[in-house]
């Protein structure tokens, strides 16, 4: 199974939003609401950021929303700060007890 | 609070084996599956297997099935991954995840280990 598909980085201003696509097909994020985002700094641990789609877990901030339509999710982040530089991995379940990720976006905060 | 702490990784010849560990502290270990995900170096993520919580039920990536074996030892609160015949393209750092939810496993991963590097080369 191929990996769902991120845009391979993306940029904002601090302040500004930014919007980032996970694209996969009606065997994954189409058809599941068990789709997330992670965010990961070099040498640490991921940290998931948003859950089934759209939920927040305790102490992520508001700025971080999500979304789904069809086949692709999408990660927002809003009011960017230098600390939401990161890569950022979108994931979903794929049936089967079975999961796959995102290439991977790298955010940069200009 | 919920803990995992990755061991075992190092470096090892192509088709040796490796075994690796993860300890987990902080939440009722029983009750949740457990995920192996891998992060080769310049790559990104890549879900690996995943073990239900009581062992029952394990399931694995295509490009691991056939080497790779994921168990757990609920009386030690650990969870491990044996991989044998190691190619070069296995090389990466190997993550330990929980399942968020309880009995069953949905691919939302809550919390992760530090990692452990796993080199495999001549």
């Known amino acids: 199974q191929s990996a769902l598909t991120q845009p391979p980085s993306a940029s904002g201003s601090p302040g500004q939003s930014v919007t980032i696509s996970c694209t996969g097909t009606?065997?994954?994020?189409?058809?599941?609401?068990?789709v997330s985002w992670y965010q990961h700094h070099p040498g640490k641990a991921p940290k998931l950021m948003i859950y089934?789609?759209?939920q927040r877990p305790s102490g992520v901030p508001d700025r971080f929303s999500g979304s789904k339509s069809g086949n692709t999710a999408s990660l927002t982040v809003s009011g960017l700060q230098a600390e939401d530089e990161a890569e950022y991995y979108c994931?979903?379940?794929?049936?089967?007890?079975?999961?796959?990720f995102g290439g991977g976006t790298k955010l940069t905060v200009l | 609070q919920v803990q995992l702490e990755e061991s075992g990784g190092g470096v090892v010849q192509p088709g040796r084996s490796l075994r690796l560990s993860c300890a987990a502290s902080?939440?009722?270990?029983?009750?949740?599956?457990m995920h192996w995900v891998r992060q080769a170096p310049g790559k990104g993520l890549e879900w690996v297997a995943v073990?239900?919580?009581?062992?029952?039920?394990?399931y694995y990536a295509d490009s691991v099935k056939g080497r790779f074996t994921i168990s757990r030892d609920n009386s030690k609160n650990t969870v491990y991954v044996q991989m044998n015949s190691l190619r070069a393209e296995d090389t990466a750092v190997y993550y330990c995840?929980?399942?968020?939810?309880?009995?069953?496993?949905?691919?939302?991963?809550?919390?992760w280990g530090q990692g452990t590097l796993v080199t495999v080369s001549s």
């Open positions: 995840a929980r399942d968020t939810e309880m009995y069953y496993v949905s691919g939302t991963l809550d919390y």
């Open positions: 902080g939440f009722t270990f029983s009750s949740y599956g």
């Open positions: 073990i239900w919580y009581d062992g029952s039920n394990q």
């Open positions: 009606s065997s994954d994020v189409g058809t599941y609401k068990y």
């Open positions: 089934e789609v759209s």
């Open positions: 994931s979903s379940y794929a049936g089967s007890n079975s999961m796959i």
